[in-house]
Nanobody, 122 residues
Framework: QVQLVESGGGLVQAGGSLKLSCAAS????????MGWFRQAPGKEREFVST???????VYADSVMGRFTISRDNAVNTVYLQMNSLKPEDTAVYYC????????????????WGQGTQVTVSS
């Protein structure tokens, strides 16, 4: 079992920045692909970014060049640096984990955090 706890959300003006963190516990963090997803009201949960156990990184087109995912296996944490935020980035952001697999769909992940709210005002 893996426990995930997100932090770092908040309210920011358009053009601003936030850094999300996701702390993992319970299993060998370095074995896991870590993903960030987001869900806006009335919309389906959508892929934002993922960083595999191998270090491979993928971004959604909507955040490419603005968001940066990273991980620190020494402290079992994955990060999402979000720059040049837009009102359409407003959503609950979720961290997810899956061991030794990779995917861009929520169904590809086995463990989820509780989410952190990001609100971008115009």
């Amino acid at each position: 079992q893996v426990q995930l706890v997100e932090s770092g959300g908040g309210l920011v003006q358009a053009g601003g920045s936030l850094k999300l963190s996701c702390a993992a516990s319970g299993r060998t963090f370095s074995h896991y692909t870590m993903g960030w997803f987001r869900q806006a009201p009335g919309k389906e949960r959508e892929f934002v970014s993922t960083i595999a156990w191998s270090g491979m990184i993928v971004y959604a087109d909507s955040v490419m060049g603005r968001f940066t995912i990273s991980r620190d296996n020494a402290v079992n944490t994955v990060y999402l640096q979000m720059n040049s935020l837009k009102p359409e980035d407003t959503a609950v952001y979720y961290c997810a984990a899956v061991e030794y697999r990779y995917g861009g769909s929520p169904d590809d992940y086995d463990y989820w955090g509780q989410g952190t709210q990001v609100t971008v005002s115009s």
